[in-house]
């Protein structure tokens, strides 16, 4: 069940309609870990028009692939999203809940949501008491475990007929256009990372890279990289980008902050090239000259001990891979309005093609002792 895309202005359609169907279709196909498989046939279903080959895998890892004489190339991003599971049903009909990743709890209550079951989708509220019957003094948010799911039903029985213990539960996708370029809705991290995944290696094949080049859409990042430990091992590529959304300090919830004064990563400015840690020295020179090579902006962060994306499980999945975290920009994080200015995918689509094709003429990444 698709959610909605509302519009308001023209520059968001400045994207190539094919492009920007695609895009829409990832944003609004619920993908939440453990159960990644209508996202990702999406995404193959999209890359298969110009792929060479394209393969899954048991745990629905999804790798397209377009075949060159050069040194391989992989890009990546992650399928899955945060939600909540259905933990248990209460007596009065009431659906209980956990986690899925990250969820915040800060967040949930009064939203609407989605629950996938076998048989459908089934309508639902996170319940949150109303202002007049709370105290102020006592205004705190209780743990996901504590909130619950209001489907309408009056009975245990009656909810039991339509959902199960394990059914997974997303924020209703609805997607709105912002001014100009710029996206808001839920579940944006990260099907912008394997949209431009995708269209990088599109890109990569129009201008004739000699590279073979690889498209990864990973599943369960959200629940500890496991999808890049699964494909990092089996793929082991000359270098591979891992492209994940990254912290827009640009709002002023964070820049009214002392910690992150300092912090220059704005929305609309670009991919950001991670240093340090996971980032290869070679790969991150690489994507620096190839930018510059292609007068593309690029924001560059700090990463001293991990990324915190799939980058840290492919460097090592297969005894080490030159790997790299490039980030796009997002705003509100792990929230049902995550926003993202559809620019900077543009431009890391355009900016991973010409890596491919001016990595064409490399042996490969090592470092050199």
Do not use: C
């Amino acid at each position: 069940m698709f959610g909605k895309l509302k519009t308001h202005h023209p520059s968001w359609f400045d994207m190539h309609e094919r492009h920007r169907e695609f895009l829409q279709t990832l944003l609004t196909t619920p993908s939440p870990s453990g159960f990644e498989v209508p996202g990702q046939r999406a995404w193959v279903e999209y890359v298969s028009e110009f792929a060479d080959e394209v393969r899954t895998d048991e745990y629905g890892n999804a790798v397209a692939v377009v075949e060159g004489d050069g040194p391989e190339i992989a890009f990546a991003g992650h399928a899955d999203q945060i939600g909540l599971i259905v933990a248990g049903i209460d007596e009065d009909g009431f659906i209980r809940v956990d986690k899925i990743g990250g969820s915040d709890r800060t967040v949930t209550k009064g939203q609407q949501v989605d629950i996938h079951t076998d048989d459908g989708v089934v309508n639902g509220v996170v319940g949150q008491r109303a202002i007049h019957l709370r105290d102020p003094a006592d205004d705190e948010f209780e743990d996901i475990t504590e909130q619950h799911v209001d489907i309408g039903a009056s009975s245990e029985a009656e909810a039991k007929e339509l959902v199960d213990v394990g059914d997974p539960i997303v924020f209703t996708p609805n997607i709105e256009e912002l001014h100009g370029t710029r996206l808001a809705g839920p579940g944006i991290d990260n099907r912008v990372g394997t949209w431009v995944a995708a269209e990088a290696l599109r890109r990569a094949a129009d201008k004739g890279a000699d590279a073979t080049v690889y498209a990864v859409s990973t599943v369960q990042e959200e629940v500890g990289l496991q999808g890049a430990k699964m494909v990092g091992f089996d793929l082991d590529p000359d270098a591979i980008v891992a492209v994940d959304v990254t912290h827009a300090m640009d709002s002023p919830d964070v820049t009214n902050e002392e910690q992150f004064k300092d912090i220059d990563i704005d929305l609309g400015g670009g991919p950001v090239v991670a240093r340090g840690s996971t980032n290869h020295i070679e790969v991150v020179k690489a994507i620096r000259e190839a930018a510059k090579n292609a007068d593309i902006p690029v924001q560059l962060q700090a990463a001293g001990i991990r990324t915190g994306t799939d980058a840290d499980a492919f460097y090592t999945a297969s005894g080490g891979t030159p790997s790299l975290n490039l980030g796009l920009p997002n705003r509100y994080m792990h929230t049902p309005v995550e926003v993202i200015d559809t620019d900077d995918l543009e431009l890391s689509a355009d900016l991973l093609a010409e890596f491919a094709v001016r990595a064409s003429d490399r042996d490969g990444f090592s470092v050199d002792l």
